[in-house]
């Protein structure tokens, strides 16, 4: 998987433990350096399509990726009738 993309990020020149913070004052910080990331929508894709569940990627927490998550699944569910 090419991940060259990544050397784009805003992220690239900050600590990786940035983006795995302990707390949401943490998680803030994090989503802060991702705001007008030039790769925040390929990196949040990355993430949902490897299912990362660890970490602020694309300018989302953890809980924001399982609700993306959800809802597309809810969205492609057919309804039974």
């Not at 990331?37 to 970490?55: F, K, T």
Request: hydrophobic residues 30%; charged residues 25%; aromatic residues 6%.
């Amino acid at each position: 998987m090419d991940t060259s993309w990544m050397a784009g990020g805003n992220c690239a020149t900050h600590p990786p433990d940035t983006f795995f913070p302990s707390d949401g004052v943490g998680v803030e910080v994090a989503r802060r350096i991702c705001d007008g990331c030039p790769v925040g929508e390929r990196c949040l894709e990355y993430a949902l399509r490897n299912r990362i569940d660890h970490g602020v990627w694309g300018g989302t927490s953890e809980r924001q990726r399982r609700r993306i998550l959800k809802a597309r699944r809810d969205a492609t569910t057919p309804i039974a009738v």
